[in-house]
T-cell receptor
Framework: AQSVTQLGSHVSVSEGALVLLRCNYS??????LFWYVQYPNQGLQLLLK??????LVKGINGFEAEFKKSETSFHLTKPSAHMSDAAEYFC???????????FGTGTRLKVLA | DAGVIQSPRHEVTEMGQEVTLRCKPI?????LFWYRQTMMRGLELLIY????????DSGMPEDRFSAKMPNASFSTLKIQPSEPRDSAVYFC????????????FGSGTQLSVL
């Protein structure tokens, strides 16, 4: 069975500081991995997607994530936080060839001025 | 493209009433998903349609919930009768393919059952 664990339901960073949101997955087969962002009162939007083409995946808004098989991790990073990055972030895993996504419980990012 | 359109944005109803949530997927997308989001359970898949056919409804909580997709541009999720524990945000999402595709989410319907 597949699962996703997001460490830290709330993360606070100062504006301009590094953003690191943690995601660990469990999958018996090579997975597809995703990061989605949800702004208040909106639906989820895709930030980036890992499909095995490259271990470092670049997404929108300056975010990137690195797939580390040995650590079963897919952490999301951004070098410098902006106030506009304040939102909830969801990691998700999907088994290749299927429509099912398993979403993590989300991490709410707060950016301090 | 207008994106996935859901209506209403907010619904407040009393226990026992029928509730119908509506969704218009992105034109050309052949997969449609209904999700429910709550603080306790996070995002749960309720039902998945492919080419207007329900493929997986194993996430539908009970018989009070039903979903239809009469054509490629419209889907409904109905709760009858509604209960307070159904209060949640219900999202519709569509995608262009069957597997591992990017999901495009609507803005959701905030349902409150009193």
């Amino acid at each position: 069975a597949q699962s996703v664990t997001q460490l830290g339901s709330h993360v606070s960073v100062s504006e301009g500081a590094l953003v690191l949101l943690r995601c660990n997955y469990s999958s018996s087969v090579p997975p597809y991995l995703f990061w989605y962002v949800q702004y208040p009162n909106q639906g989820l939007q895709l930030l980036l997607k890992y499909t095995s083409a490259a271990t470092l995946v670049k997404g929108i808004n300056g975010f990137e994530a690195e797939f580390k098989k040995s650590e079963t991790s897919f952490h999301l990073t951004k070098p410098s936080a902006h106030m506009s990055d304040a939102a909830e972030y969801f990691c998700a895993v999907s088994k290749r060839g299927t429509y099912k996504y398993i979403f993590g419980t989300g991490t709410r990012l707060k950016v301090l001025a | 493209d207008a994106g996935v359109i859901q209506s209403p944005r907010h619904e407040v109803t009393e226990m026992g009433q029928e509730v119908t949530l509506r969704c218009k997927p992105i034109s050309g997308h052949n997969s449609l998903f209904w999700y429910r989001q709550t603080m306790m359970r996070g995002l749960e898949l309720l039902i998945y349609f492919n080419n207007n056919v329900p493929i997986d409804d194993s996430g539908m909580p009970e018989d009070r919930f039903s979903a239809k997709m009469p054509n490629a541009s419209f889907s409904t999720l109905k709760i009858q009768p509604s209960e307070p524990r159904d209060s949640a945000v219900y999202f519709c999402a569509s995608s262009p393919g069957y597997a591992n595709e990017k999901l495009f989410f609507g803005s959701g319907t905030q349902l409150s059952v009193l």
